[in-house]
């Protein structure tokens, strides 16, 4: 009781969380998710929820649907009749390849610079999904609950989803620091490095991440780096609860003490 006094006390998720929950990568499409869950009926296994992956998305962008994957809101809406939820999954990492004033996650973002930026004071840029160049939201910013919230609420007008499942926020990065490299630092090149990153990540703080010398509204990332999932979680619920009125559910990869007022936890895959 004192731990949680001190790091906050969990969540009260919605009663339908609690049930029984179906999902993977590799559907493809709305009707082949269909398909599964009304198998699920026909045999009468018990599903309360079900999920998509990044399947859904139009060449993996956050916020988006792709038109291969049909009709998503069809799907929702059989789910919906059936008394049943929908989660879907979103990535934190937000594309900055895309067309100037067509790709609103990255258009508002730029805008009230709520990205990430290297120790130059440049947008870090790295690689995550989609397969191209990326940018990070500073969930410590003051204002990006207002820039996460507009995200989420404007899908939400779009794909009428019960919750969202947060990945790749440890930060995960498919290249390390930045596609620029990460300046000589003793941020970057400590003193003392952790066992498990000598041993498996070739001795760098980067390996798979952002660069620690990178600057977010509160400090650097390498005071930071551990705390993204849990601030992403907690600008995530917000923006759930402004945008239903209700309790949702969000589960997270990356957490940390106190993560738990906001979400729950996955391991990952």
Wanted: aromatic letters at 12%; hydrophobic letters at 30%; proline letters at 6%.
């Amino acid at each position: 009781q004192q731990y949680t006094e001190l790091i906050g006390r969990p969540f009260l998720p919605p009663y339908w969380s609690l049930g029984f929950h179906l999902s993977r990568w590799g559907y493809m499409t709305a009707n082949n998710t269909l398909a599964v869950v009304e198998r699920m009926r026909q045999k009468g296994i018990p599903q309360d929820t079900q999920w998509n992956d990044i399947d859904y998305m139009n060449m993996d962008l956050d916020f988006t649907t792709s038109s291969s994957f049909g009709d998503i809101q069809g799907l929702v809406s059989d789910l919906h009749s059936h008394n049943q939820k929908y989660v879907l999954i979103v990535d934190p990492a937000i594309s900055n390849q895309q067309p100037r004033g067509q790709y609103p996650p990255f258009d508002s973002g730029f805008y009230n610079n709520t990205f990430i930026t290297n120790s130059s004071g440049k947008l870090l840029i790295g690689k995550v999904w989609p397969d191209s160049t990326t940018v990070w939201p500073d969930f410590t910013h003051p204002n990006v609950d207002q820039y996460w919230t507009g995200q989420i609420s404007q899908f939400h007008s779009n794909v009428q989803f019960d919750g969202l499942w947060i990945d790749m926020n440890e930060p995960s990065n498919f290249v390390d620091g930045s596609v620029d490299g990460c300046p000589i630092s003793g941020l970057e090149v400590p003193p003392y490095v952790p066992n498990a990153i000598r041993t498996s990540l070739g001795q760098k703080l980067t390996s798979g991440t952002l660069c620690m010398t990178a600057n977010q509204y509160l400090s650097t990332h390498y005071n930071l780096h551990s705390l993204y999932g849990l601030t992403e979680s907690n600008a995530t619920m917000n923006a759930l609860t402004a945008t239903l009125n209700k309790r949702s559910l969000v589960i997270s990869r990356s957490t940390y003490p106190g993560s738990g007022a906001h979400g729950g936890h996955w391991l990952g895959d």
